[in-house]
């Protein structure tokens, strides 16, 4: 036989279930304003971080080509666009990696392992293009990164890069000055190879332009790495690492030159002499 619950048990029930009821209604008020709070927080960590890591600069490498035969442009293409990601994927490690390491760290764990994935990447360019083309040469010194900005004085291993680019000014194929930190670091002074050509047949007139063109793009990149590097290496160090890297681009490109004209007029001989470069202080 049943009894009837008694009123002050009634009540007590009632009085249990509200206090859940408010306790549960709290729980979700406060883990949501929680969960606001820590997704403002994280957005502005993330753009703090990324304003205090630096992002990793690399030298073009499509300027630096030649004329590409169709049959590799598809593959030549494919890993230009790696290139472009792999700086991605490295200026992504140096936000997420921020305050980490030694004073190394960014040189061993980011920089190193960029440059060997560029290396590997530009040599299968290089060996695209040589199959059916004469196969460019001194690509690889194109494959070292430097850090700029903020994270290159922070981060230590930085190469320099705070400071600002040079930008050459020159007529086609000729000598250069720089800006900025270039004149510090002094300039790169190549021969003007534009007035020592014999008159350019029409047919070879794109190519040597373009070519022409190519020579200022090499001096300029010379430049930049000049200024980038300020005060690193030995004595030998910009003779090693920048002229004389340029004067094989160089090399090549003027080669390029005298074959195109040669084409269809008498080939240009000597122009190999106009190859190397000196600094100016």
Known sequence: MSRALPKYNKRRVVMIGGASAVVLSAAVIAGSALAGETHGNGAQNATTKAASAGT???????PSLPAIPATAKAEV??????????????DKRLVDTVGQGGPNFVQNAILGPLKDKRVATINRIATAIGRTAAKPQGLDSLAPCTLNGVGAAAGGAATGAAAPSATATAPAGGATGGTGAATAAGTITCPDVASRLPAVPASAKAEVDRNLALLNTQIGEANTRLANTVGQGGPNFVQNAILGPLKDKRTSTIDRIAISIGRTAAKPTGLDTLATCTLTQ
């Open 77 to 90: 293409d494919r890993n230009l666009t790696l290139l472009n990601t792999q700086i991605a994927e490295a």
């Open 56 to 62: 990793v600069n690399c030298p073009a490498v499509a």
